[in-house]
């Protein structure tokens, strides 16, 4: 069965409708086989809908036997397609027994049952289940699941599903049966089996009511102790999320398995998490400070939807962002809670500014609840994630912490066991708070990006200082007409003689004046702090203002956002021609050097203050992106600053101390810093030999890339031989080899083609596995603008016959590779007639996937 002879037309948000059926309990067995693994469910149906037929969702199924209370049904009780199975005249309530085989070694797309190396498991979200079994694969059908797995048990010690264990044994001939048993009525995406050999790492929590849980982290064969900082984490989530929300943990046991093929992060199946092992394993020696924090913030994420996802899920995929924009928002605050609030900002701040807004100014623009869908994991997007994540953040600055934390428990409670929707989400909120939210739910309807202008006018005779803000949405791909949505702007006022205030403003009109009294003198107006909105700011701020700001507000955030308004500000005098010298100021110079000498300063802030806007974020301010012209003043203006400050930044150096690694706040802040030194000094050929000091002393994988990238960023002449000894270290670790993977795709050289050619043939790499795809060709597209973007359109056909190769293979990861190629609108006459002729060369396959045909459709003229 192809893609081809599945359909293809696109679902609509108000089509929906209640299902025709309900089962409200499945008994389902597996005997797991890897080409014919035997799969029965004995499922409790209910007519809801007098008249209807049964219709079950099914693909990549062969059927064996339907028996409807007890009775064999023989083909012309049913039509079968390569959709589903439909079922014209049924009763109003039976028992329904369908037998399936399905074939995991053959399931390259890891939907529905697959083997991950000599691992059986399962990914049910979105639509996976329906390659599992035959049944009405929506999330409002919710169900009470019984599972039998049976296997042999030497080679598959543990047999795994959700819920309790209730029954395990083992037969003479050493065939083992396990039954699992869970309490929760659940819909079929978070159904999960897994069957294999592990390394088990346990512990166990107790519940703010005193229950004990026993958590259990399955990892591969000897990685043991590679587990131990998730399932820390795991427990540190557990707490926060008692003392934060007041949720408690409601089974008796909760399972992680890491396996090594994975399309996404990681999958909230109920007690039963599955992880990309990425997200699980580290140690100093092999994981960076940023592994670190995703696997934290992933198991917590992860945890955190056994409330906002599993207890309460989504009626329908539309509102997927009721589950992950609200579960990004919580993991975010745990992250915040648990580092450094500032850094873990920034980084949400700096993703939002590039691909969010990247996506939204795309032919895939969709407001955080779509309208229209062909493939529901094209959806799983920044939009639907991030935008949706601040969206809720928006909703807690207007209601205050307090009031949103009661709406967050009445909706918990008013909508438990159930299938809800993003407009149920809001009602709680406005009910618990009395807030009028009618306006502030356009955030759920509209996409774009909003533009906000403001200006000051201060009366130094009145004192009365007013504050006009504009905001403006501009036409998206998808929707015409934009309206003016309420928009939460924090500022802090700066004041000469070093007093501040602070305020809140609801913006609701498209122009709106607000007027302070009483203002003594005019101060300096710090906008949108926190970035309290997720939108573009213009404002008139003078580069003196900008730089008062970043000196003296007291958001962090807003000390970093005002640098990076400034840095955008001389990024783009230097493109239009001035010279870097006129435009680098010894002011600007002097200032910097102060802040590296600051000992007592909060060092990753100064490091973020240092650092400039990466090419995407630089790319979203323009409508025609200047590939080259943003490029050449970056690399500038690095090399200018590297020289001014040469001294300061080996002084700067030479201060941090060198603690040995441990994952924690103050030392991941003196990495940081210790690590933009660097960045600078590669620029220079008279570091080398302390760049070379540091790769070679280097005594954990932080530290290491961090010279790595530093030389290959810097075009070093280093670069070549660190990565080669690198690539020779680590390649028995196919998690390191990622790392490099990365480090050669993202390598601006021209030399970069021969050097992923020569990758593909590695042994580490495999198109069947998304971590090593990903680690090579969306490093590749999404993070080498310098070799992607190159003007004889070797960058895109490289990415091109990429998705060719791999589409057949896994649609969901080829659909993401394709994504920089949408954007074709958005570049120069030449670059988008390359961009488009790989499209259409795209378009011309046959046998495209439907995740693919969705997105290269949507973008073509
Ligand atoms: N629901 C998962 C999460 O947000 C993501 C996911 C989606 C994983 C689809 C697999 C497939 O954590
Ligand atoms: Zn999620």
Same mark, same amino acid.
């Given at each position: ?77 049913? %039509? ?375 200006? %000051? ?123 870097? %010298? ?280």
């Amino acid at each position: 069965m192809s893609a081809q002879t599945t359909n293809r037309i696109a679902r609509s948000r108000h089509d929906y409708q209640a299902p025709a059926f309900t089962i409200k309990t499945m008994q389902l067995s597996f005997n797991l086989h890897s080409t014919a693994t035997r799969v029965t469910a004995v499922m409790q149906v209910n007519r809801e809908t007098p008249g209807a037929a049964l219709q079950l969702d099914g693909q990549h199924l062969t059927l064996i036997a339907i028996t409807l209370d007890g009775r064999k049904l023989s083909a012309e009780h049913y %039509q079968l397609s390569a959709d589903g199975l439909v079922l014209p005249e049924v009763p109003d309530s039976f028992e329904l027994c369908i037998e399936t085989e399905i074939a995991p070694q053959h399931n390259t797309a890891l939907e529905g049952l697959y083997m991950a190396g000599n691992t059986y498991c399962t990914q049910c979200e979105a639509e996976g289940f329906r390659r599992i079994m035959f049944f009405p694969d929506r999330p409002d059908v919710l169900c009470q699941y019984t599972v039998t797995i049976k296997a042999d048990a030497k080679t598959y010690p543990y047999l795994l599903s959700n819920g309790n264990k209730i029954s395990d044994h083992i037969d003479e001939l050493g065939l083992r049966t396990v039954q699992w048993h869970d309490p929760f009525p659940k819909p079929c995406y978070l159904f999960a089996l897994v069957a294999g050999d592990f390394d088990l790492v346990t512990d166990n929590f107790i519940t703010q009511s005193g229950r004990d849980v026993r958590l259990e982290l399955f990892v591969d064969k000897g990685a043991a102790a590679k587990g131990d900082f998730a399932l820390q984490a795991l427990k540190r989530a557990m707490r926060w999320d008692e003392q934060r929300f007041n949720l408690e943990y409601d089974l008796d046991i909760y399972m992680v398995v890491a396996v090594d093929f994975f399309n996404m992060g990681a999958m909230e199946n109920k007690g039963l998490n599955i992880f990309n092992s990425k997200y699980v394993l580290a140690d100093a020696a092999s994981a960076t400070d940023r592994d670190y924090f995703n696997i934290e913030s992933i198991i917590g994420h992860e945890y955190f939807h056994n409330w906002t996802g599993n207890r309460v899920t989504c009626r329908d995929w539309f509102q997927l962002s009721l589950k992950e924009g609200l579960t990004v928002f919580r993991d975010q605050e745990f992250s915040a809670d648990m580092g450094s609030a500032t850094l873990s900002r920034i980084d949400a701040v700096k993703l939002i500014r590039s691909a969010q807004f990247a996506e939204d100014a795309s032919p895939m623009a969709h407001p955080i609840r779509p309208e229209q869908v062909l493939e529901m994991n094209n959806f799983y997007t920044v939009t639907v994630y991030d935008k949706g994540a601040e969206v809720i953040r928006m909703l807690q600055t207007l209601l205050g912490r307090q009031l949103f934390a009661s709406g967050l428990t009445l909706y918990l409670k008013r909508h438990d066991g159930q299938a809800a929707t993003c407009d149920d989400f809001i009602r709680a909120m406005q009910d618990a708070s009395g807030y009028d939210l009618t306006q502030f739910a356009l955030w759920y309807s509209q996409s774009g990006t909003p533009v906000l202008t403001v200006k %000051q006018q201060y009366d130094a005779d009145t004192k009365q200082l007013s504050l006009t803000l504009r905001q403006e949405t501009a036409a998206t791909a998808d929707q015409a007409t934009k309206q003016a949505l309420l928009l939460p702007i924090a500022v802090e006022l700066l004041f000469a003689d070093n007093s501040r205030q602070k305020q809140l403003f609801c913006l609701t009109d498209a122009e709106q004046q607000f007027v302070l009294p009483d203002v003594a003198t005019e101060p300096v107006v710090v906008w949108l702090e926190h970035f309290s909105a997720p939108v573009k700011l213009h404002c008139q701020a003078t580069t003196e203002d900008l730089l008062q700001i970043a000196a003296q507000a007291s958001d962090g955030v807003a000390r970093w956002d005002a640098m990076q308004q400034y840095w955008s500000r001389q990024i783009t005098a230097v493109m239009q021609g001035a010279a870097v %010298q006129t435009v680098i100021t010894a002011e600007l110079v002097a200032l910097l050097k102060q802040w590296l000498e600051l000992p007592a300063a909060d060092l990753a802030l100064t490091a973020e203050l240092l650092t400039l806007p990466d090419f995407d974020t630089l790319a979203e301010q323009h409508d025609e992106i200047p590939v080259d012209a943003i490029l050449s003043a970056l690399s500038s203006i690095k090399m200018f600053l590297a020289q001014q400050l040469r001294e300061a930044f080996l002084q700067c150096l030479h201060n941090l101390p060198q603690p040995a690694y441990r994952y924690q706040q103050q030392d991941v802040a003196i990495r940081r810093l210790r690590h933009l030194c660097l960045s600078y000094m590669a620029q220079l050929a008279e570091y080398d030999v302390v760049l070379q000091q540091h790769y070679q002393q280097a005594d954990n994988m932080t530290d290491t890339i961090a010279v790595l990238m530093a030389t290959q960023q810097a075009g070093s002449a280093l670069f070549p031989q660190l990565r080669d000894d690198f690539c020779q270290r680590w390649q028995h670790d196919a998690l390191v080899m990622d790392k490099a993977f990365a480090l050669v795709a993202t390598d601006p050289a021209d030399t970069v083609f021969a050097g992923i050619a020569a990758m593909q043939q590695h042994r580490q790499f495999s198109w069947k596995n998304p971590n090593r795809v990903r680690a090579l060709f969306s490093a590749f597209s999404m993070r080498n603008p310098q070799q992607f973007h190159r003007l004889d359109g070797a960058g895109y056909r490289l990415l091109l016959e990429a998705i060719t190769k791999l589409d057949p293979i896994n649609p969901q990861v080829s659909a993401r590779l394709v994504t920089p190629l949408l954007s074709w609108r958005r570049f120069d006459k030449t670059r988008q007639q390359l961009m488009l002729d790989a499209l259409q060369l795209l378009a011309a396959q046959s046998n495209l996937s439907n995740d693919l045909f969705e997105k290269v459709s949507r973008s073509l003229p």
